[in-house]
């Protein structure tokens, strides 16, 4: 019997319209847990690197966490696997929500993708009955609506449905998997299914997850539940309000935006507006907030509510989280908060990543201003501002003249433009859009998590360590003394030296050694998240979470009855995350793409960034390409990736 998991894959062949349920290898579980971790083998065992992100060659892989559908709270969420239109490189976006556990309820641990379906479809997985559906009369509509009218179509109102809207079928790389609750929205996944022909993928389940030892397993989840409580109660004290408590960050609850809009960059993540938070923007924007939000919700079996209901007169209800609430209204320089519930709503229909789209319109608009773009470019476009972004908004997701370039994100717009277009793309890593934020002096542990990222997601450079120092030595011991979740008290010393300014102040401190164990810690918690499919929301992105190192063996051991602990976590994490910077040195990443936006810091150090990646690339056991060694990959069970890198003289050629 296999425990924690159901043993199961979905094989989906689109162009032959084949449906296989496959058995998984139980030792790839003990190797690599589930989620990202079996996905990034799958996609290294199956998918050549010479593969297209658009050919049918290329596998689209739904898989959940390898805890998702257990009662481990926030344990729900699905890892999207496949090479990425945006990056060329290994895409691993997520969605939370209720899906992931509903495909494990209907008894398959991951749907993967082959292929190419002729015309659109959905497909529709009802415990063992699996079905590709005709989509046609689904042409064109959008994700939210879709959900409902599959829900309708099946008469299950309680299917689980994952869908792209207009932007998917037209392969726009910014294009998004929308899920009730949830959406995966990076590194242009959407496009990928689109391009497969699938618009949807409803799942309902009525079976069950065998536990190992169940009553440990329970009394795990209530301690759990027990300390979030606690958290909730007792929010880590100095620092930022954002950074206090836990879950994504509580955009939906918290009207107070000074900080973002007065600190994150407005337009194409260029200016800073360091008066705008004013007492009258203070009370229309909770005035807006709270006319349009009906009530706060939740992932599956998860206490906190990261997302909000919103709904407005004239539009049809939707759901948003995060940050989403400000990216277009900054993007836009609009001053009203409205305007970014509004186009949230359409650009949520059409399935966009709310990150990069607003600020692939703001970097168009600069473009027209800079004589880049022309008036012909934009011809029709309305001279409002507000109007002028909805308009831009309908041509990329129907890839409409000017709209069909920029489709394609800053980079490869900005390429397909000229003209001196690239200087104007200035906010990317490894051709995606970032954070549009603009900061002082360089912190070199966020430098690292930038420059080195293979996620390209917005939360991969948050952790578990502070952003910025205490300014007292009596809030540095005052946050130390109940910070349980440090695999190492070498930590805590780090914390009490850390200054504000002189010697042990950044960039300097923490050391360039001190900074890569610090790193080394915040992504081993991020990789396991991936792995375990628990929101990193309860674990590896907020401060002092329920989830840390200590914990997470014991979890896994009475789920699954693998006998894991703490090293051997360890190993499991280091193991996933050297196959997949694997794959994208097999996809050509190399050490000149790991490199932050030119104007993220205003004050850079060349000699110091080189040291911190020299040092980062030793500590990973990678070469100074980034390219992991022989060595380090067979100490890991990697040796067939040392293999296949040697043949192609990745390793041998290149590190000579
Ligand atoms: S913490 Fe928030 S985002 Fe994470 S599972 Fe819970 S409700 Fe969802």
Not at 230 to 257: A, C, K, W, Y
Not at 440 to 448: D, E, I, Q, T
Not at 633 to 649: F, M, S
């Amino acid at each position: 019997m296999r425990y924690g998991e159901t043993g199961f894959n979905l094989e989906i062949d689109l162009s032959r319209g084949n449906i296989e349920r496959v058995e998984s290898d139980p030792k790839l579980t003990e190797l690599h847990l589930g989620g990202l971790g079996t996905n990034a083998k799958i996609l290294w065992d199956r998918v050549p690197p010479e593969t297209d992100p658009f050919s049918p060659d290329n596998l689209l892989i739904f898989g959940t966490g390898l805890l998702c559908g257990t009662p481990a709270p926030g344990a729900n969420r699905t890892i999207l696997t496949t090479y990425s239109p945006q990056t060329l490189l290994m895409a691993y976006s997520m969605m939370g929500g209720f899906w992931a556990p509903e495909l494990k309820y209907a008894g398959y641990d991951k749907v993967i993708l082959r292929g190419k379906s002729p015309k659109l479809v959905y497909i529709w997985i009802h415990n063992d009955k699996v079905e590709i559906r005709d989509a046609s009369h689904l042409h064109g509509k959008g994700a939210v609506e879709t959900q409902e009218l599959i829900r309708q179509e099946l008469k299950e109102p309680n299917a689980q449905v994952a869908a792209i809207g207009l932007a998917g079928e037209n392969r726009v790389y910014t294009a998004s998997i929308e899920q009730g609750r949830s959406s995966a929205s990076r590194l242009g996944i959407g496009a990928v299914m689109g391009d497969k022909g699938v618009k949807a993928i409803a799942v309902r389940g009525t079976k069950d997850i065998n536990l190992a030892r169940p009553a440990e397993f329970f009394e795990l989840c209530s301690d759990v539940l027990k300390y979030i409580k606690f958290r909730n109660e007792n929010p880590v004290p100095n620092v930022m309000t954002i950074l206090q408590g836990l879950g994504s960050p509580q955009e939906m609850l918290h009207v107070d935006e000074k900080w973002h809009t007065e600190n994150f960059s407005w337009g194409n993540s260029r200016a800073r507006r360091k008066d705008f938070w004013t007492k009258e923007v203070e009370d229309k924007w909770k005035e807006t907030q709270e006319n349009a939000r009906k009530r706060l919700i939740s992932c599956y079996n998860c206490p906190m509510k990261c997302g909000a209901i919103i709904s407005l007169p004239g539009m049809s209800t939707y759901m948003m989280k995060c940050f989403s609430k400000l990216t277009y209204t900054m993007a836009a320089f609009v001053d009203s908060l409205d305007f970014g519930f509004r186009i949230a709503q359409r650009a949520t229909e059409y399935g966009v990543d709310g990150f990069s789209t607003p600020q692939i319109m703001a970097f168009a608009f600069e473009l027209k201003d800079a004589g880049i773009l022309t008036d012909e470019d934009f011809a029709g476009c309305p001279s409002d501002n507000e109007g002028r972004f909805y308009w831009l908004l309908d041509r990329i997701v129907r890839r409409e003249g000017i709209g069909d370039v920029l489709a394609n994100g800053t980079h490869w717009a900005a390429q397909q433009i000229g003209k001196g277009a690239e200087a104007y793309a200035h906010n990317n890593i490894k051709k995606h859009e970032q954070l549009p934020l603009k900061l002082g002096m360089l912190n070199p542990v966020y430098f690292l998590m930038y420059a080195t990222g293979e996620k390209i997601n917005i939360t991969q450079i948050e952790g578990q360590f502070p952003q910025s120092p205490f300014a007292t030595m009596e809030e540095r011991e005052d946050f130390i003394k109940d910070w349980i979740q440090v695999p190492d008290e070498k930590f805590k010393q780090i914390v009490l030296d850390w200054e504000m300014r002189g010697e042990r102040s950044n960039p300097y401190y923490p050391t360039p050694e001190m900074s890569c164990d610090i790193v080394d810690w915040q992504e081993k918690m991020h990789y396991i998240d991936d792995a375990l499919g628990v929101c990193a929301g309860l674990s590896s992105f907020p401060l002092k979470p329920p989830y840390h190192i200590h914990n997470y063996p014991h979890f896994i051991s009475a789920a699954t009855g693998i006998d894991v602990d703490e090293a051997g976590l360890t190993r499991v994490y280091k193991r996933n995350r050297t196959l997949v910077r694997s794959i994208n040195v097999r996809r050509g990443l190399r050490r000149a793409d790991e490199v932050p936006p030119e104007d993220h810091w205003r004050k850079r150090f060349p000699e110091l960034e080189a040291k911190l990646l020299d040092e980062y690339y030793k500590f990973k056991g990678w070469d100074n390409q980034g390219i992991p060694t022989k060595e380090a990959l067979q100490e890991l069970d990697l040796g067939y990736v040392a293999e296949d890198l040697e043949q192609r003289g990745i390793i041998k050629n290149e590190q000579d």
